[in-house]
């Protein structure tokens, strides 16, 4: 067993669409507890800076957008390697290419309209769970 934590988040047209509940159940049947929540409406400093290693890319100014134009629901998720156990239910970014059974592929409009966000890798994931929580006063 390799405890872990990631940062997902449900995405404005989830949160929009009203796909907390299921998106939550998905990852519980996995056996993935729900560590945190929070539900924000980013502004766009804060989705700046958290996509900032997408900076350089086309379409970050498209994503921040996106990502501020309604509320979020920010998760911590822990269990057995959950961050790929996350990535796995999520599915791909581009939703016509994501597998049966996914959220994406469930839900996903497009590929920038995707759902959920997950951390890619345990130091990503580190480092996006202390972008918005606090391990004194939000994680125990
Ligand atoms: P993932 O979210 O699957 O890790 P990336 O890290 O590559 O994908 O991209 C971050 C986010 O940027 C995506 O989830 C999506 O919202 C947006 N995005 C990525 N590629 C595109 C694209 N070609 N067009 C529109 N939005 C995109
Ligand atoms: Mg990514």
Same mark, same amino acid.
């Not at 059974?101 to 469930?106: A, D, N, P, S, Y």
């Not at 769970?129 to 606090?134: K, N």
């Given at each position: 067993m390799a405890t872990e934590r990631t940062l997902s988040i449900v995405k404005p047209d989830g949160v929009q669409n009203g796909h907390i509940g299921h998106? !939550? +159940?998905?990852?519980? #049947?996995?056996?993935l507890r729900i560590a945190a929540a929070?539900?924000?409406? !980013? +502004?766009?400093a804060q #989705?700046?800076?958290f996509y900032q290693?997408?900076?350089a890319r086309p379409v970050y100014g498209e994503l921040v957008d996106y990502m501020t134009s309604g509320?979020?629901?920010l998760l911590v998720l822990e269990g057995d390697q959950a961050v790929a156990r996350n990535r796995e239910l999520m599915g791909a970014t581009d939703p016509a290419q994501a597998?049966?059974?996914?959220?994406?592929?469930?839900?996903?409009?497009?590929?920038?309209?995707?759902t959920?966000?997950?951390s890619d890798s345990a130091a990503s994931a580190a480092r996006e769970?202390?972008?918005?929580?606090?391990q004194a006063f939000d994680l125990t």
């Open positions: 998106v !939550l +159940t998905v990852f519980e #049947a996995a056996g929070r539900l924000v409406h !980013l +502004t766009s #989705a700046g800076a290693e997408h900076a509320p979020v629901l597998a049966d059974g996914t959220i994406r592929k469930l839900y996903a409009e497009s590929k920038g309209r995707n959920v966000h997950g769970i202390a972008f918005f929580f606090s």
